[in-house]
């Protein structure tokens, strides 16, 4: 029995671990990096200062940043990893999200106006964990494509 049951810690531990550490490579200060953002419609921020906090059950990010005309914008949400939507804050096209694992290391981010799904974002990390890309899908308040891919340098 003590043999089966040490097999089993050794076969799952790595497993934890991994998990463990696909959650805190997304955690940190990210700047957005205009030159490498791209967007499908209206233009993007032209700045935008990330402060995530990430691990296996909630998900929160506080940023700050100015629009493409120049005025200040705050993004604020802080979630679990339970299917229920949580209120947001700083964009016009979401007063809620939902969040979700994609795997191991790939959050998403459905976020809602009035209850409709506006737009999903998914965001991974490059390999040497300096670079967060995130992917925008969705339509802008007039019914537009709004798709985008947002670069963010660790800072």
């Known amino acids: ?16 671990f ?8 997304h955690s940190g200060k ?12 209206a233009p993007g921020l032209k700045s935008l200062m990330e402060t995530v906090e990430l691990d296996e059950n909630h998900y929160k990010v506080d940023g700050n940043g100015t629009t493409a005309d120049g005025k200040a914008v705050h993004i604020e949400f802080n979630a679990r990893f339970d299917g229920k939507d949580y209120p947001m804050i700083g ?40 670079k967060r890309t995130c992917t925008l899908e969705g339509k802008s308040e007039q019914g537009q494509n709004a798709n985008a891919v947002v670069v963010f340098d660790r800072q």
Do not use: Y
């Open 91 to 130: 964009v016009s096209w979401a007063d809620t999200v939902s969040v979700k694992w994609i795997d191991a290391h790939t959050p998403q981010m459905i976020q809602k106006k009035d209850g409709q799904v506006t737009r999903t974002i998914t965001c991974t990390v490059s390999k040497d964990g300096k």
């Open 1 to 16: 029995m003590r043999i089966i049951l040490t097999v089993i810690v050794l076969l799952a531990a790595p497993l934890f």
């Open 18 to 25: 991994v998990a463990m550490a696909g959650t805190k490579e």
């Open 30 to 41: 990210w700047k957005m990096n205009p030159a490498k953002s791209k967007h499908s419609s």
